[in-house]
T-cell receptor, first 115, second 113 residues
Framework: NAGVTQTPKFQVLKTGQSMTLQCAQD?????MYWYRQDPGMGLRLIYY???????DKGEVPNGYNVSRLNKREFSLRLESAAPSQTSVYFC??????????????FGPGTRLTVT | DAKTTQPTSMDCAEGRAANLPCNHS???????VYWYRQIHSQGPQYIIH???NNETNEMASLIITEDRKSSTLILPHATLRDTAVYYC??????????????FGQGTELSVKP
C-alpha cells in the first residue's frame, strides 16, 4: 500500500515549456486534489476532483489544467510554464472513513522550478 | 468554511506537552475542526479531528471548548520529530465540495532538546 505517489520529484522547466505532473493513489478514494505551496506559505488548492469524471477549480486554477484519468489517477498539466509557477506541488486524496472522515492523505510533492 | 487564527510560532521542550491553540470564533454547527502537520519538505499529515467532544488518538489529543470557538491540540510528550508546522482547519463534514481544505499559515512548532 503506497498511499499517494507523485512523479516526478523534481523538475526544471524553461518559460513556455509544458509538462504534466502525475499522481496516483491506491486507497480507493473518490476525491483527489492538487495544491501548490510557495516558500513560507500554506497550501493553496489548484483543482480538485470529487469523483471520477468530475473536476472543479480551487483557489488558484489559472495556468493549469487537470485530468481525472480514472479513480486512481489525477494529473496536473502546465501548458505554458511561467516563473510564477515555481512552487512545490502536492497531490492528495480522501475518502469516507468513520462518521465525518475525509481526512486527506498527501503525496511527497513535486518541486518545480521555472526559469 | 470558517477562518482560523493560530500563533505564528511556539517552542516546546523535548518530553514536555505541546499545547497548540486555535481560534475559530465563526465556526458553524456542522463544521469539524481538523489538525494537520507538515514536517519540513514533506506533504501534510493528518493528525486528528473533532466536532464538539474531546478526541484522542495515538498521535495527539484535541480539546474543543464548549462554545466551540476555540480548540487546543495537545502532543503529550513532544519529541524532536514533532518539529513541524501545525495547521488548524475547520470545514463541513462529508464530501461537500469534494472535502477541500483551506490552509492558513499554521503554527511553527520547534521542539528543543
Amino acid at each position: 500500500n503506497a498511499g499517494v505517489t507523485q512523479t516526478p520529484k523534481f523538475q526544471v522547466l524553461k518559460t513556455g515549456q509544458s509538462m504534466t505532473l502525475q499522481c496516483a493513489q491506491d486507497m480507493n478514494h473518490n476525491s483527489m486534489y492538487w495544491y501548490r505551496q510557495d516558500p513560507g506559505m500554506g497550501l493553496r488548492l489548484i483543482y480538485y476532483s470529487a469523483s471520477e469524471g468530475t473536476t472543479d477549480k480551487g483557489e488558484v486554477p489559472n495556468g493549469y489544467n487537470v485530468s481525472r484519468l480514472n479513480k486512481r489517477e489525477f494529473s496536473l498539466r502546465l501548458e505554458s510554464a511561467a516563473p510564477s509557477q515555481t512552487s512545490v506541488y502536492f497531490c492528495a486524496s480522501s475518502g469516507r472513513t468513520g462518521q465525518s472522515g475525509y481526512e486527506q492523505y498527501f503525496g511527497p510533492g513535486t518541486r518545480l522550478t521555472v526559469t | 468554511d470558517a477562518k482560523t487564527t493560530q500563533p505564528t510560532s511556539m517552542d516546546c521542550a523535548e518530553g514536555r506537552a505541546a499545547n497548540l491553540p486555535c481560534n475559530h470564533s465563526t465556526i458553524s454547527g456542522n463544521e469539524y475542526v481538523y489538525w494537520y502537520r507538515q514536517i519540513h519538505s514533506q506533504g501534510p499529515q493528518y493528525i486528528i479531528h473533532g466536532l464538539k467532544n474531546n478526541e484522542t488518538n495515538e498521535m495527539a489529543s484535541l480539546i474543543i471548548t464548549e462554545d466551540r470557538k476555540s480548540s487546543t491540540l495537545i502532543l503529550p510528550h513532544a519529541t524532536l520529530r514533532d518539529t513541524a508546522v501545525y495547521y488548524c482547519i475547520v470545514r463541513v463534514a462529508g464530501d461537500n465540495q469534494g472535502g477541500k481544505l483551506i490552509f492558513g499559515q499554521g503554527t511553527e512548532l520547534s521542539v528543543k532538546p
